[in-house]
């Protein structure tokens, strides 16, 4: 991926993501993720990413991650913040934004530049609502110390309410915050990249920390390393919560041929997105 340019951010604009930000949940159809395969351009950055697959990262994505070392440039993180917004929609995010949340988990955070997003939206939303909002604090943990520095690096709070904190943490293992801790969890791009056994933990895990509603953004199409998982909507509820919203998703506008990504990142890959709620929420005197 080369430096991107003033050009290839206005092809983002171009979007209009902006005016729409569930724009994505409207481009998607079963009979467009069919067509897919008549398009060349998807077919030959599918088999790209198959076959250019670190060897280290499909043996052991954990030991992958942890070890990583990966700088990013500011102008990158702000395309890639940009462009990652189609495929990953504010999905009940309002939910953050509303009176009696105090603390949000970005759990796998990266490079963080999706918390910004979601740090970004909550401000978006006091703001139209004249409203002055409230103490936030936006908590992202990710297994790469590298990439966590690059979160604090470049990350910047929208709003003087709220705080934005980064941390390294292994979720297989457990993190050292107390049962429903965080009102609200999100996790992008994270179940893809676990075995049965760790899935099965992080889920435990994620379902003993969360006290309100859950997030997911994950993939739908297998690749080396990758496993899709269409039954999270069930796994989540056998632990407590049930899942409002659900929607399929391509990785970036649907054209029949081609690509509307200026830097052609990733291939028309399907995604899913959801919200689940907690079907029995603590009440705030068991929490605080």
């Known amino acids: 991926m080369h430096v991107p340019t003033p050009e290839d951010f206005r092809a983002l604009t171009d979007w209009g993501l902006v005016e729409r930000p569930f724009a994505a949940i409207d481009d998607y159809s079963a009979e467009r993720e069919h067509r897919r395969t008549e398009n060349d351009r998807h077919q030959r950055r599918r088999r790209e990413q198959e076959r250019n697959a ?162 997911v953004r994950d993939i739908l199409d297998a690749y080396p390393g990758l496993t899709p998982r269409p039954d999270l909507s069930a796994r989540l509820a056998d632990r407590g919560f049930d899942t409002v919203e659900r929607h399929k998703l391509f990785e970036e506008p649907f054209v029949a041929t081609g690509t509307h990504d200026p830097l052609d990142v990733w291939p028309m890959n399907v995604h899913q997105v959801l919200f689940a709620a907690a079907t029995d929420p603590p009440s705030p005197e068991d929490r605080y």
């Open 54 to 215: 670190s060897a280290e990262f499909v043996a052991d994505s954990q030991a992958y991650y942890r070890s990583m070392d990966r700088p990013i440039d500011r102008t990158k993180w702000s395309y890639l913040k940009r462009r990652k917004a189609w495929f990953q929609p504010p999905v009940g995010w309002n939910r953050f934004a509303a009176p009696g949340t105090s603390r949000v988990l970005d759990l796998g955070c990266g490079d963080g530049d999706q918390t910004q997003r979601v740090a970004d939206f909550v401000a978006g939303q006091w703001l139209s609502a004249g409203y002055d909002g409230f103490p936030l604090e936006i908590v992202g943990v990710d297994l790469s110390e590298s990439r966590v520095e690059n979160a604090r690096r470049h990350t910047r709070s929208p709003h003087e309410k709220i705080t934005l904190r980064f941390e390294t943490g292994d979720t297989v293992a457990g993190l050292d915050y107390g049962d429903d801790f965080f009102d609200h969890t999100l996790v992008m791009g994270l179940f893809e990249v676990l075995g049965d056994d760790p899935l099965e933990a992080v889920l435990d895990e994620l379902a003993r920390l969360t006290a309100q509603g859950i997030y």
